[in-house]
């Protein structure tokens, strides 16, 4: 699920939770949103998929609530309203309302403008109490947290696909009360009924740090030429729609054994698949850096396209030792 920044908003429907033994205020009819109301819930949304402390999920089957009412309002979007009862409901019943506190649940249905994708945000509302002064009174009025603050509880929900490694991608944070309520996996294993995965962006920064930790731990083994094409073919792929590791290890080493060792290595370090969709974000910024890592903890990091023409790298000495040279006219010594 790779969600671009272009985001529009087509409906929309706000349930309320008062909390304090209310009974919940579940919507009847769509909001029609003002200009200012839909850039709030557009920006909330962009903020949801643009946070590195984004998860991945998967539901548990195409069955369960939220996982069966996004897939019939993708599918017929005129049932938007009557399957959002169904969620707000089933929110209130998870979430231990009446006893839980005020908050807020928006369910929005969005077209990603890159691809033309639809996709659910779900977005937990934990409003803030403010003071104004009308009337000569002192009045309380309940504000809903601004987009620049990323919020502890979201999701953003396709259907459920059997051939899919994730159908949510979602946050889940909270407060030691909430721990307290017992409400600590009431979001993700209660409201979304599904289960954490490992997200695109672990898994590409897994295959780059054990990759390098791979070669300098078999530095005396590895030659430099295989060392190089290792990298830049996980580089490559990094950036690309697929990262399949057994085809990087066909395309760059050439020992079976080696092969075998380097895609084992990672496997143990928790790598679950060995093909899958990386994420190309955080590995294009990843690819516009270079660091050498050296004796004694040692390291010359900087921006690709500027460290080539500074650090010139050597033939390895008889005793497998190399040497750099760095050429500046620049230099502060820190």
């Not at 060995?274 to 994420?279: G, I, Y």
Request: net charge negative.
């Amino acid at each position: 699920m790779r969600i671009s920044q272009e985001v529009e908003l087509n409906r929309l429907v706000i349930h309320a939770f008062p909390g304090r033994g209310e009974a919940p205020e579940i919507a009847e009819r769509e909001e029609s949103p003002t200009q200012g109301l839909r850039r709030f819930i557009e920006d909330h949304i962009r903020g949801c998929v643009g946070t590195p402390s984004r998860r991945a999920a998967k539901f548990n089957g195409p069955d369960t609530t939220v996982a069966a009412c996004a897939s019939a309002i993708i599918q017929q979007p005129e049932d938007f309203v009557e399957q959002c009862k169904v969620m707000g409901l089933w929110f209130a019943h998870q979430s231990g309302q009446p006893s839980a506190p005020p908050t807020f649940l928006a369910i929005a249905l969005f077209t990603d403008l890159d691809d033309d994708g639809r996709y659910l945000a779900l977005l937990k509302l934990d409003p803030t109490t403010a003071f104004i002064r009308s009337d000569s009174k002192i009045e309380a009025i309940s504000i809903l947290p601004e987009p620049s603050r990323t919020l502890p509880k979201y999701a953003i929900v396709r259907p459920h696909d059997d051939e899919s490694r994730y159908d949510v991608i979602f946050r889940n944070t909270h407060d030691a009360a909430a721990s307290e309520r017992g409400e600590a996996d009431f979001w993700l294993e209660g409201f979304l009924e599904a289960y954490e995965v490992t997200t695109p962006r672990q898994m590409t920064q897994l295959v780059v740090k054990e990759t390098e930790k791979w070669i300098q731990a078999n530095e005396g083994q590895v030659e430099d030429e295989v060392a190089a094409n290792l990298r830049n073919a996980v580089r490559t792929m990094a950036q690309g729609d697929e990262l399949d590791l057994e085809e990087i290890a066909v395309q760059a080493i050439k020992d079976p054994v080696q092969r075998e060792e380097y895609i084992g290595r990672l496997l143990d370090r928790g790598l679950t698949e060995t093909a899958f969709e990386p994420d190309r974000e955080w590995a294009q910024s990843w690819s516009k850096r270079t660091t050498y890592v050296c004796d004694d903890g040692v390291r010359i990091s900087g921006p690709s396209d500027a460290i080539d023409h500074v650090v010139q790298i050597l033939p390895k000495t008889p005793d497998r030792k190399t040497r750099l040279v760095i050429e500046t006219k620049k230099f502060i010594q820190k």
